[in-house]
């Protein structure tokens, strides 16, 4: 992977991120505090989990100084409104694409300085920018699948729809 493909797979997270917080900003407070689920999480929860996800991977593999402390797991109660959560979100992204800016195509290569210690070989640091893409992929099916169950729906997050907007 090179720096240019990281770059444009956390666009397409970005614009993923995007077209399911607008498809949720037509919710009621109610619907956005729903308990129903697709699997294990409700709409806020899935949305929340991914957040977390994104910031404490990123804090880990570039290893950031709060990554040292232990970092707390972002609670869906700790949101609650869906402006509160895009707040937080828009300021991770920021943090995000600053970090990623500052990755060289050898750095992609090796292992992160922030290697996870549980794993049983190093990967580089590309993998795991992968695994991320691949799990805001999943995160957000399950946030379009609750969205179109409300009456919602994103109208689609698959990447040649992203690959293929206007003005791309």
């Known amino acids: 992977m090179q720096t240019a493909e990281a770059a444009r797979l956390f666009d397409y997270v970005y614009w993923m991120r995007d077209r399911i917080l607008a498809a949720t900003s037509n919710l009621t407070p109610e619907q956005f505090r729903s308990s129903e689920t697709v699997a294990t999480r409700d709409l806020r929860a899935t949305l929340v989990h991914e957040l977390d996800v994104e910031s404490s991977w990123r804090e880990r593999l570039s290893n950031a100084p709060e990554a040292g402390a232990a970092s707390v797991e972002l609670a869906p109660d700790d949101f609650a409104s869906l402006e509160a959560l895009e707040a937080r979100w828009r300021q991770e992204e920021s943090v995000m694409r600053a970090w ?29 920018l992968t695994h ?8 957000f099916t399950e946030a379009a699948l609750l969205l ?21």
Do not use: C, M, W
């Not at 292992?111 to 590309?126: A, E, F, I, M």
């Open 132 to 139: 991320l893409v691949g799990h805001a992929v999943e995160e």
């Open 148 to 168: 179109t169950r409300l009456g919602h729906s994103p109208d689609g997050i698959e990447f040649l729809k992203y690959a293929n907007r206007p003005g791309s």
């Open 100 to 128: 990623l800016s500052s990755l060289s195509d050898d750095t992609l290569a090796a292992p992160p300085v922030g290697q996870p210690p549980d794993l049983p070989r190093p990967l580089p640091l590309s993998d795991y």
